[in-house]
């Protein structure tokens, strides 16, 4: 028994890698979530169905010189990655914090910054994947046209566009309860969706809303999008220098009310 004590004490203890143990959260997490159909019927299935309905059937009608199709497509893009953000970030957050993993994440010594990078990949993941699903409907289907430059630029910045919105989810997965946290996104998601103009075209919209979308990040993500199919002419600067903003904004609001909980624990 000495002698096996010793041996066992003699090993070498490795360390693992922070490399590895990041690889590992982002591939358990998408492991998670691709396990979970509901959310991947609603996630994938919400923008595809509305697009078959709204974008293919109205391939033949044409608004600044291109199709609707062509329109939806992108306003389609951004509302699957602004779901994918909310949904898997905001309401997973919330329902771990509400059965006590989040509590068991913060005693173990995994880095934290693991666990938000590994929700902040999964949803970038099915963000890009949305995406490409619906340019494979857009050009089989609604005869949309696009070149292999547009179609890596609006993966980019479909990729890049999730960052506000992934850190929204996360100050609502920290304040909202879980059974509560789907309604409340879905308050926040789906007006977010409609004034930024990724359902029907923003001039379609009262003068007024159209003055209220400037002030909201879908809509400065829609104009990203579009602009990578050739609608309008609006500033990338000013746009994701806004993006930007509302990222650094959450995520100090985020911080704020991690380190105001973990102080009352």
């Known amino acids: 028994m000495a002698t096996a004590v010793t041996n066992a004490l003699d090993l070498p203890h490795t360390q693992p890698s922070l490399p590895r143990i990041y690889f590992n959260e982002v591939r358990f997490e998408l492991l998670s979530l691709s396990r979970n159909r509901g959310y991947i019927l609603s996630m994938i299935g919400f923008p595809v169905v509305l697009y078959l309905l709204f974008g293919v059937t109205s ?75 619906l340019m494979v409907l857009g050009t089989t289907l609604a005869g949309v046209h696009i070149t292999v430059v547009e179609g890596l630029r609006l993966l980019f910045v479909v990729a890049a566009g999730v960052l506000p919105f992934a850190s929204l989810g996360l100050v609502i997965g920290l304040v909202m309860p879980s059974n509560a946290a789907p309604g409340v996104i879905n308050l926040i998601y789906l007006p977010l969706s409609f004034c930024g103009g990724l359902w029907i075209p923003i001039e379609a919209l009262p003068h007024w809303l159209q003055v209220v979308a400037h002030g909201l990040p879908s809509f400065w993500f829609a104009r990203l999008a579009l602009r990578t199919l050739g609608y309008g002419h609006s500033s990338a600067l000013i746009a994701w220098s806004l993006l930007a903003f509302y990222t650094v904004v959450f995520l100090l609001a985020a911080a704020f009310i991690f380190r105001r909980q973990e102080a009352q624990a």
């Open 59 to 133: 391939k033949g009608s044409m608004f600044q010189g291109h199709t609707i199709a062509r329109y939806l497509l992108a306003g389609y893009a951004c509302f699957g990655a602004m779901g994918s953000s909310l949904f898997g970030i905001g309401a997973g957050l919330a329902l771990e914090r509400g059965h006590g993993w989040l509590e068991m994440r913060r005693a173990s010594p995994m880095p934290a910054a693991a666990y938000l990078l590994a929700k902040l990949c999964v949803s970038i993941t099915f963000a890009v994947g949305i995406t490409m699903l």
